[in-house]
């Protein structure tokens, strides 16, 4: 995304859940329920096709 000039990496939803069970950053319970409210599940489930069973395992336990 473009801001102010410059090239700045933005991320969606959906990678940033995954980036937060990846790197072990807990989400506080308070926020699952929106989060889980507004997550794209078609588009989590096809960027979790790239990671191994231990990380789709993670994400599961995370939203339950």
């Known amino acids: ?3 102010n000039g410059f ?3 933005v991320s969606d939803l959906e990678k940033t859940l995954i980036d937060m069970v990846y790197f072990k ?3 506080r319970n ?3 329920p ?3 409210k507004a997550l794209d599940r078609k588009k989590l489930k ?3 096709e790239h990671y191994d069973k231990r ?3 993670k994400i599961r336990a995370e939203l339950k």
């Open 46 to 48: 096809s960027y979790l």
């Open 7 to 9: 090239w700045v990496p």
């Open 25 to 27: 950053i807990g989400i």
């Open 55 to 57: 990380v789709n395992a």
């Open 34 to 36: 929106s989060i889980l």
């Open 30 to 32: 308070e926020l699952k």
């Open 1 to 3: 995304m473009q801001y």
